[in-house]
């Protein structure tokens, strides 16, 4: 081409070159690792944008994405990487995670890129408090997910003549309709983090946010053995009757079942809604979307963070500009855009989002009062009190010999046993974090 034009004469192969060179970005001159686990279709897209707009900053995103829905194996590898001396340079890590690896000293502070992009004026009092560890900023947050979301077919329900069903009966009544129309009611997986999913909806529909935050946040033992434990627990078997036969299926496998017709709702964290674009499905025409019974006045959270592990200060000023980048306006909204949650910005703007993620973000945006946040998704307490409560609401529903009263009970044991253990530890997760 250059050489072509050169022979129409030097001053335009000069000018050419002089646009090329203007229209190129200069090639990148840092690389950061980073681990996550957004290896869905949709998820991959928006880790793809976070990429583009870092090698705009001649910073090279070099992908280490671990498979795993909620992070199952992402925090495995990660605390292997870490002991191993081989921390990433930056790391999805979310909730009282955060607190968990920045208690270890081996987060970076992020408080210069924060008191100077003004991070306080303009993030949600509740993720201020998320990223914050010993009053330094340990993160930068993303974008938030809701995870009491409801989602239904909407030719199905024109076709039966449905609503949305606002309470659990009414779901009842959905359900047994779309049973005797041949269709199955509620995509769901019987994989262990999507029940425990499930059960935390039903938790939050049966008490709201106080009660909920009574049983996951502080773990009390009062809690476990109260009638509403225990009517969540019952709920949680009448839905099991309502799905397929148990399978360990991951939620990507659920929203294809969901999009191509064959469950008539499904409950799921809206990144599930970027998901279904990738099925060709269309919010507002071929699903609509919802809080999940019970919970149109709460806001079943997961924020998603990064945070950078210290120990190569050569790496620094790049992870800081990342920092930096992730809270500007249009990467929060485009990122959100693509990964279905919303802004952590209280000034992002409502117009650019869809129907569902408005009145998400207008929900968390009425505060703490009506926020739950997600014990699946490390919101509410430390990894090991969740991954023991998750394994016991597990075997609950798997196993439809074991009474409630005796989910209740081991329940409360464990709940003793961490209260225990927390006591004068240092960075106990006993502490309600949402507050
Ligand atoms: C994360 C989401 C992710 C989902 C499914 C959640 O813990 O917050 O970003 O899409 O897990 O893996």
């Known amino acids: 081409m250059l050489a072509a034009c050169a022979c129409h004469g030097g001053v335009l192969a000069a000018a050419q070159l002089a646009a090329a060179a203007a229209t190129t970005p200069p090639s990148p001159t840092t690389s950061l690792q980073v681990l996550h686990w957004w290896t869905s279709a949709s998820e991959r897209k928006a880790a793809d944008l ?30 292997g990487r870490v002991l191993a001396g081989d921390a990433p340079e930056v790391t999805q890590i979310i909730g009282v995670s955060i607190a968990e690896w920045a208690d270890m000293g081996l987060l970076l502070e992020l408080d210069n890129v924060a008191t100077a992009g003004n991070w306080n004026n ?12 010993r009053k330094h900023v340990v993160a930068a947050p993303l974008g938030i997910h809701r995870v009491n979301t409801l989602y239904y077919n909407r030719a199905l329900f024109a076709q039966l003549k449905l ?12 359900a047994q309709r779309l049973r005797a129309a041949g269709v199955q009611p509620l995509a769901q ?11 935390e909806n039903l938790v939050l529909a049966e008490s709201g946010p106080e009660f909920y935050r009574e049983l996951f946040v502080r773990r009390s033992p009062a809690a476990a053995a109260d009638r509403r434990t225990a009517e969540a627990l019952r709920r949680l078997r009448t839905i099991k009757g309502w799905i397929r036969q148990p399978d360990e299926r991951p939620w990507t496998d659920v929203v294809g079942q969901f999009a191509r017709q064959q469950a008539g709702m499904m409950i799921m964290g809206d990144w599930a809604k970027s998901e279904l674009a990738e099925h060709n499905q269309t919010l507002d025409q071929d699903y609509g979307c919802g809080a999940a019974p019970g919970t149109g006045n ?11 592990f210290t ?45 569902c993620a408005r009145a998400s973000w207008t929900t968390f945006a009425k505060g703490a009062a009506v926020q739950a946040p997600s014990l699946v998704h490390r919101m509410a307490s430390d990894e090991t009190s969740r991954d023991a409560i998750i394994a016991e609401v597990h075997r609950y529903f798997m196993d439809d010999r074991v009474p409630e ?28 974090r949402g507050r």
């Not at 949600?124 to 914050?132: A, D, V």
């Open 50 to 79: 976070l990429a583009a707009r870092l090698a705009d900053e001649r910073i090279d995103w070099q992908d280490v994405a671990i498979p795993g829905g909620a992070g199952l194996g992402a925090g495995k590898v990660l605390k």
């Open 122 to 133: 303009f993030l949600f009092p509740t993720i201020r408090q998320l990223i914050q560890h």
């Open 163 to 174: 609503t949305p069903p606002q309470t659990w009966s009414e779901f009842e009544a959905a």
């Open 189 to 199: 997986s019987s994989q262990d983090w999507q029940v425990a999913a499930l059960f």
């Open 298 to 308: 709460y806001h079943l959270y997961s924020v998603d963070t990064l945070a950078m």
């Open 311 to 355: 120990g190569d200060y050569r790496h620094m000023p790049a992870q800081e500009k990342m920092a930096r980048l992730l809270m500007t306006p249009s990467v929060q909204a485009d990122f959100n855009a693509l990964k279905g949650g919303v802004p952590v910005r209280r000034d992002a703007d409502p117009a650019r989002m869809d129907s």
């Open 405 to 432: 009263a005796e989910a209740q009970r081991r329940l409360g044991a464990l709940f003793r046993l961490f209260n225990l253990r927390s006591q004068g530890v240092p960075g106990a997760q006993d502490i309600d």
